[in-house]
């Protein structure tokens, strides 16, 4: 819920933002071992690169990805002006020339073009930081041109501190979300608005192994029993089949009975006391219990 503020913000941050760059073209100039990070980097995102750099200057792995991606348009020369910039969506620099980087970027803002020339703050619009990358997850670590080392120290301690199945949580519930949008579909109104609760639902009431565990048949059954009935089937609370069955079929209101309200009682409370003996967390509980212990 948004709560309205009291005050502006502090400035003085630079924008988070997760760049879709599918399709897109960024040009790369310069093929020494900086560029073959920054081609990295967007050949994950998905985009179409073209290179120039010399032959005789490239480092080997810049070589290997103009070897191996048929995503990777490579010229050997030097940057030759205002025409390499056609139809280009973003331009990262990462030669050794400081003079030719200010004119690239230059050009560049002409054209109101995104360019990022590596260990030059002032001349970047964006700044690259260390990053993290467990399957679809994705953590940007920037020290906003503060200390870049101490960005890679930050990132080693989250690294350690991810538990090995968080990406494979995150796919799951990107699973989940793509297939309740089949059964479910439309954008905005009411339908958006139950999904949206539901899904945090399940992410709030399911630990992260459990959803990095859930397999097809688990999604189907929260699909058609759960989604229908606005409830979660929070693994935790029906992981022995004795209260699976019982819990599953009275709290679906199928059972109308004196018995019904002792009974749920009996297993919330059974279900319980087994979250708390495992200690098991939510992904945020997790999250915040891990921020506390690693990064204090
Ligand atoms: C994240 C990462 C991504 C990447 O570039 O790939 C990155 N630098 C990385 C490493 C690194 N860079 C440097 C060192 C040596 C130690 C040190 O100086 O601290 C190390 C450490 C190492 O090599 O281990 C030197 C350095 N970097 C910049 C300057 C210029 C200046 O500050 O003026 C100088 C001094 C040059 C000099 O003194 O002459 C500037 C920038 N470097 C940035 C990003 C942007 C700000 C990010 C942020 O603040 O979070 C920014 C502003 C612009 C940009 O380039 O986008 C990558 C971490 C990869 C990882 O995760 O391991
Ligand atoms: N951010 C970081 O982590 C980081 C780390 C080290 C260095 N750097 C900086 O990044 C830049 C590149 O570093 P590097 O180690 O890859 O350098 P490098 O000297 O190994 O490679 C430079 C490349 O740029 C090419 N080049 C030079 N002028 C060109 C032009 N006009 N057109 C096309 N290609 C051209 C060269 O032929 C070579 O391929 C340097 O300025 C360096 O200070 C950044």
């Not at 990462?94 to 560049?108: G, N, P, Q, T, W």
């Not at 059972?255 to 319980?272: D, E, H, K, Y």
Request: charged fraction near 25%; charge should be positive; glycine fraction near 8%.
């Amino acid at each position: 819920m948004l709560i309205v503020p009291e005050e502006l913000p502090d400035g003085g941050g630079a924008f988070l933002i997760a760049w879709q760059l599918t399709g897109k073209r960024v040009l790369v100039v310069g093929g020494g071992e900086v560029s073959s990070g920054r081609i990295r980097n967007v050949l994950i995102a998905d985009a179409l690169v073209t290179l120039i750099a010399p032959a005789d200057s490239l480092h080997p792995s810049t070589r290997f990805f103009v070897d191996h991606s048929d995503r990777v348009t490579y010229h050997s020369r030097l940057f030759a002006g205002q025409d390499d910039l056609e139809d280009v969506d973003m331009v990262l620099t990462a030669i050794d020339d400081v003079e030719e980087s200010r004119r690239i970027c230059s050009l560049c803002r002409e054209r109101r073009i995104p360019v990022n020339a590596a260990d030059i703050p002032p001349l970047c619009d964006f700044y690259f930081g260390s990053q993290v990358r467990r399957g679809p997850l994705q953590v940007l670590i920037s020290t906003n041109g503060n200390g870049p080392k101490l960005a890679n120290i930050i990132k080693t301690k989250i690294e350690a501190a991810l538990p090995s199945n968080v990406g494979r949580a995150v796919e799951n519930v990107g699973v989940l979300r793509s297939k309740l949008r089949e059964i479910a579909p439309g954008t905005g109104g009411d339908v958006s608005k139950r999904r949206m609760q539901w899904m945090s639902k399940v992410c709030t009431s399911w630990t992260l192994d459990e959803l990095a565990d859930m397999d097809a048949a688990k999604m189907d059954e929260l699909l058609s029993v759960g989604w229908p009935e606005n409830r979660t089937l929070a693994r935790s609370s029906h992981k022995n089949d004795s209260t699976k069955n019982l819990c599953g079929f009275l709290a679906s209101g199928r059972l109308r009975s004196a018995s019904c309200g002792f009974a749920i009682g009996v297993c919330v409370t059974l279900a319980m006391s087994k979250k708390e003996q495992h200690g098991r967390r939510s992904p945020s509980e997790w999250l915040e219990h891990a921020s506390k212990a690693r990064l204090a």
